[in-house]
């Protein structure tokens, strides 16, 4: 059963930092490209950051320069460190994967307020 932990979450103040985790079981983590979508209050999920297998990563443009994504394959785990955050980067931050079919984690919220 393939499964993904999200862990991280939480209140930051504007111009603050966290660092997201998901951890992956059930899968052959180093073969699969991983990825961090959001949702914001009322509106729909949106891609935020993936990474290849090979550890290529590719954002969205609202995130770019603020965002990393990185993974750890002997910990099947993937990171979002995320800086300089913003007011509108509150959502429901979701890992991703595909195996045969979307897997998706339960969501750790992302909150940043003053």
């Known amino acids: 059963q393939v499964q993904l932990v999200e862990s991280g979450g939480g209140l930051v103040q504007p111009g603050g930092s966290l660092r997201l985790s998901c951890a992956a079981s059930?899968?052959?983590?180093?073969?699969?490209?991983m990825a961090w979508y959001r949702q914001p209050p009322g509106k729909q999920r949106e891609l935020v950051a993936s990474?290849?297998?090979?550890?290529?990563?590719v954002y969205a443009d609202s995130v770019k320069g603020r965002f990393t994504i990185s993974r750890d394959n002997a910990k099947n785990t993937v990171y979002l460190q995320m800086d300089s955050l913003k007011p509108e980067d509150t959502a429901v931050y979701f890992c991703?994967?595909?195996?045969?079919?979307?897997?998706w984690g339960q969501g750790t919220q992302v909150t940043v307020s003053s």
């Open positions: 059930g899968i052959i983590f180093s073969s699969k490209g």
């Open positions: 990474i290849s297998a090979s550890g290529k990563p």
């Open positions: 991703y994967t595909l195996q045969f079919t979307s897997v």
